[in-house]
């Protein structure tokens, strides 16, 4: 598991790998991880990332329909730190293609639409119909709560892959609706803790999330007082790219005049 987890990330080691058979090992061994030492279930678990890319959505299907996305979503649970890193890898893979898998909600017309209208059967973030196995929704997958409580560890590496996973959830159009189940799953106020982390990288991915998510009022206004002393540590002490963006968001926040210099 560990060899095949650090061969060459290409298409054709890839297809060589499958031709092998090894992802049908690979499942087995991570569906059945509670009577698998830890060492394997991690190099099992990294092993995995290749085969969920974004790029290779027939291969993501493939992998989805066996079912191990929800079986990734509970052993964030538990395991090592490097295994949670290496799932929230491959939910970030998936979740990248959810909003082009997304199935168009069908709106059927009848004699009553008038009165009651029909239910949003949509889905929360990408509109359209998901499934866990169609689309990797991970709102379908329950993985949200999950991949927040990541968001505590003290591994740099887990932290940064869960922010990267939940952080799909924002990405262009999806703003404002992703910011919503985020803030319903408790993932904006952790994100306002790391821009205190000692990790720059966990920082400044946290600063140009937070800078797009703080353009609303609702959360600019909910999260203004915890937010406030962090951006201001970091527009004296950070990067002259962070403290551009730190001082974009406090100007958000109507604690930093636009014109700062700071900018």
């Known amino acids: 598991m560990e060899i095949i987890s650090n061969l060459p990330r290409n298409p054709k080691m890839t297809q060589w790998i499958l031709e092998a058979g090894a992802l049908g090992v690979i499942i087995s061994i991570l569906s059945d991880h509670f009577h698998k030492p830890g060492i394997i279930i991690e190099s099992a678990s990294g092993a995995l990332c290749?085969?969920?890319?974004?790029?290779?959505?027939?291969?993501?299907?493939?992998?989805?329909?066996?079912?191990?996305?929800?079986?990734?979503?509970?052993?964030?649970?538990?395991?090592?730190?490097?295994?949670?890193?290496?799932?929230?890898?491959?939910l970030r893979q998936f979740s990248e293609s959810s909003n082009g898998l997304s199935r168009p909600v069908e709106r059927k017309l009848n004699l009553f639409a008038c009165c009651i209208g029909s239910p949003d059967t949509g889905c929360a973030v990408h509109t359209g119909i998901c499934t866990t196995e169609s689309s990797f929704c991970l709102l379908e997958a329950n993985a949200i709560k999950p991949l927040v409580k990541v968001l505590d560890e003290p591994d740099f590496g887990a932290c940064e892959a869960s922010l990267d996973a939940l952080l799909t959830l924002v990405n262009g159009e999806q703003l404002l609706k992703g910011s919503k189940v985020l803030e319903g799953g408790g993932a904006i106020a952790k994100m306002v803790k790391l821009l205190s982390s000692p990790s720059v990288r966990l920082q400044e991915k946290t600063l140009v999330a937070l800078e797009r998510i703080f353009r609303s009022p609702e959360y600019k206004q909910k999260y203004k007082a915890s937010a406030q002393m962090p951006l201001v540590e970091i527009t004296q002490r950070g990067s002259s790219g962070m403290k551009s963006v730190a001082a974009k968001i406090l100007a958000h926040l109507n604690v930093l005049h636009e014109q700062s210099s700071f900018f």
């Open 50 to 90: 290749r085969f969920t890319i974004s790029s290779d959505q027939e291969l993501q299907k493939k992998v989805a329909e066996t079912g191990i996305i929800t079986v990734l979503v509970n052993m964030l649970d538990s395991g090592t730190a490097s295994t949670k890193k290496y799932i929230a890898v491959s």
